[in-house]
């Protein structure tokens, strides 16, 4: 759009220039009839986007208008302060009235002193914040963006535009550009424009190459992108619906999804079956994908008879993964040799030793804790379980001392952050997460520890083992020196790993480690309703209530409609809580969640909460997020070159427009997410009960409701309950609370390591 030429509306067929818009405007003409125009504007702001719909409501203003015209369509990617060439038609909405509903839309460089400012300092480009953008456009007024693209050398002129400045703008612009033809491509295929940089990022240059050579890529290669968006671009580019590549592509995605689900592999009826449904393809296309996948070893195809002792479940042929089947064969071995293998000799009497320790920490342990004491100081694996209240904590505690008073080097670990903080707070020993204790390399992604550069040490303390999926627990095992015992400590009553397997249940099932299972719950724990309930629901029995009025650690608050729960919600997160019990409505009161969807599933209860918890502020919108300074937000992906990892819980501290950054400081470590890779945060007023495994907070407030039917499980109610330290509330209807403590059926996982270990 040239300086002379102000925004308008121009005719599609490039036609006279149409007056202010009315030519077609909605009320007497249908779709069919209604002429197709182009609008060009400004983008004012982004009211609205929703990513998965591929749906956006915007503001964009006209020249010749004061008010802003609403768009909607597609939009998703553009930036307030660019300028849109857009083309459709106007409707009129029942409720919202007149709006323009885009067909399709282009990016030009904006023509007025105005524009051009609100472009350059929308964050579109690094380095180039709302007060840059002043100064520059002061500076060289309408020739500003000719003197970027041709002239960058000249950006000098403009105080605070050194070399580092002027170097990031010239390759960021450059970026754009071809960020941009990126865009063009996959709009063209329907793709929303918000995964043009992450596709940019894997590819580079060759990103549209790569995507018309193999289009199957993007779901496996792009966080974000999944197999029915590569398979709609596959077909466009001309890919036949019985093509092999589609067919191998689909049986990789139906293994992925089992993945995703925990488990380890498929049976082969089911994936071939699920398959099918999925490329709506005969069986015969699919099962000579499996075929040449196995052969080509992207999978690994098992019989039961590769099993010596086989349980009736496993009697099927097993579809894996490459990855997973190798990881589960090394956990198998490795495992097997290490509980085979030879300890640094250790000569202790072990009941002086227990009467010492005991003496030491002023406790008295019960007959099965002793019995652990004995078993650690023989046994090279030894696995601890129980629930809360049973004396885990202790029992380690007490290990320790035993082992380091014989000058044994132990190691403290666990899977998360927070675990591995609270491992170190109740032992008063320093404890680190798995990836820090493995010294996980981001550039390589691998581990720096393993069998060439084992770690030192003799004892490795393993905690919250039931949140260790089976690639993670092979890693763990190929760090650890022949001679090392391993303690693995966790509550195998509680969910299962989010990645796949279930390491802890497998180890305990397979009967080939000693374990020692802590049942008896101590005085002092009792007086807990949180811990008495626990093992109330772990039993199958219906949680004790206090009496009325009285001050206790667990609440039942019966209500029956989805509205009254979420409003019952909201006033006790943000007032009756932190009135009564003096908890932060945000830092120390969490609210878990059986499943994402509904009234009070995560998503709205996340969007009703950072209303009423965090209700204004500087904040930034990507496609249907919008996250604010101060919100409370999660990472739901393990980001190794960020150090953060699925689960993580942190504020967002700051947003930085020039550097294209949202700052999260998590336990008190700043992380700069650039703003392509956002869509690893949400926000976790509310999460869900799964995510927070390893966690505890303070407060848990937990809604149970019949919408949550499928999701209505004893083990995942008890884990959630689990998770509260000071105060427990349950918000919902005594039916939900019956259906979930009385169901004990839990989903079992496809794995094989319970009957290799038995091997």
């Not at 069919?32 to 125009?37: D, I, K, M, Y």
């Not at 940019?200 to 240059?205: F, I, L, M, S, V």
């Not at 193999?214 to 290669?221: E, F, G, M, T, V």
């Not at 960020?642 to 998590?666: H, K, P, S, T």
Request: hydrophobic share 40%; aromatic share 6%.
């Amino acid at each position: 759009m040239s300086a002379s030429r102000p925004a308008s509306v121009y005719a599609a067929d490039g036609g006279d220039l149409l007056p202010a818009a009315r030519e077609g405007s909605p009320g007497s003409r249908d779709a069919r009839t209604r002429p197709t125009l182009t609008l060009e504007g400004n983008l004012e702001r982004i009211t609205y986007a929703n990513e998965e719909a591929a749906w956006s409501v915007v503001r964009v203003v006209l020249s010749g208008r004061k008010e802003p015209i609403t768009a909607v369509g597609n939009l998703l990617g553009v930036q307030p302060g660019e300028s849109l060439r857009l083309t459709g038609q106007w409707v009129q909405d029942r409720k919202y009235g007149e709006q323009f509903r885009v067909l399709s839309f282009a990016t030009v460089k904006p023509a007025t002193l105005v524009g051009i400012e609100k472009y350059l300092g929308s964050g579109l480009v690094k380095g180039v914040g709302p007060a840059m953008a002043r100064r520059l456009v002061e500076h060289f007024g309408l020739e500003t963006l000719d003197i970027i693209d041709s002239k960058p050398e000249r950006l000098a002129e403009v105080k605070g535009f050194g070399e580092k400045r002027r170097k990031l703008l010239r390759e960021t612009w450059a970026e754009q550009r071809d960020i941009r033809q990126v865009m063009v491509f996959l709009q063209s295929h329907e793709v929303p424009a918000s995964f043009a940089v992450k596709v940019y990022k894997q590819y580079g240059a060759r990103a549209i190459d790569v995507v018309r050579d193999n289009p199957y890529r993007l779901a496996i290669d792009v966080y974000g992108i999944g197999f029915r968006t590569a398979d709609r671009i596959a077909q466009s580019l001309g890919v036949p619906s019985d093509s092999p590549k589609r067919a191998e592509a689909g049986v990789l995605h139906v293994l992925r999804e089992f993945s995703e689900d925990g488990h380890l592999y498929a049976p082969r009826e089911k994936l071939t079956a699920r398959t099918v449904e999925l490329l709506e393809v005969p069986p015969p296309l699919v099962e000579a994908a499996i075929t040449r996948l196995n052969a080509a070893e992207y999978i690994a195809v098992e019989g039961a008879s590769a099993l010596a002792h086989p349980r009736p479940e496993d009697a099927c042929e097993a579809v894996y993964l490459r990855a997973l089947h190798v990881s589960e064969l090394g956990v198998a071995n490795l495992l097997k040799a290490l509980h085979a293998g030879s300890a640094r000799p250790l000569e202790v009497d072990v009941a002086r030793a227990i009467a010492w320790a005991e003496g030491r920490q002023g406790i008295s342990l019960a007959p099965e804790q002793k019995e652990a004491v004995r078993q650690a100081m023989v046994s090279k694996v030894l696995v601890v379980t129980g629930g809360p209240g049973t004396g885990k904590t202790t029992l380690v505690n007490v290990i320790l001392s035993i082992l380091e008073k014989k000058e044994r080097r132990i190691l403290l670990s666990a899977p998360t952050g927070r675990a591995a903080k609270r491992l170190g707070e109740t032992t008063g020993r320093g404890a680190e997460t798995v990836h820090r204790l493995l010294e996980y390399n981001p550039r390589t992604h691998s581990f720096l520890r393993d069998r060439h550069n084992p770690l030192q040490a003799d004892v490795l303390v393993l905690d919250e083992v039931s949140m260790v999926d089976t690639v993670l627990m092979l890693n763990v095992l190929k760090a650890l020196p022949p001679h090392c015992q391993l303690l693995l400590v966790g509550d195998v009553d509680q969910l299962p790993s989010v990645g796949p397997g279930s390491v802890l249940q497998d180890i305990i099932a397979s009967g080939h480690v000693p374990v020692v299972r802590l049942k008896h719950i101590f005085r002092q724990a009792q007086a807990s309703l949180i811990i008495t309930n626990a093992h109330r629901i772990n039993q199958g029995e219906l949680p004790q209530e206090p009496p009325a009025d009285a001050l206790a650690d667990f609440y039942f608050i019966e209500k029956e409609e989805p509205e009254a729960i979420l409003a019952a919600l909201k006033t006790l997160v943000k007032e009756r809580i932190p009135r009564r019990f003096g908890l932060h409505p945000v830092d120390e009161v969490q609210v878990l969640v059986p499943m994402n969807r509904g009234l009070i599933g995560t998503a709205n209860l996340n969007t009703a909460l950072q209303e009423h918890l965090n209700p204004s502020g500087e904040e930034l919108a990507r496609g249907s997020r919008t996250f604010r300074v101060g919100d409370k937000v999660m990472q739901v992906r393990n980001n190794y070159e960020l150090g953060v990892f699925n689960g993580d819980i942190g504020r967002v501290e700051a947003i930085d427009r020039e550097e294209q950054a949202l700052v999260v400081r998590y336990d008190g470590r700043r992380v700069d997410y650039a703003w392509a890779d956002l869509d690893e945060l949400v926000l976790a007023y509310a999460t869900s009960v799964h995510k927070s495994q390893g966690s505890e907070y303070p407060c848990v407030v937990l809604p149970l409701h019949t919408q949550h039917y499928t999701l209505l499980q004893r083990n995942l109610l008890y884990t959630g309950v689990t998770r509260g330290r000071k105060l427990v509330v349950l918000v919902g209807s005594r039916k939900a609370l019956g259906i979930a403590v009385r169901n004990g059926e839990t989903q079992k996982r496809f794995t094989r390591l319970a009957s290799r270990l038995r091997d």
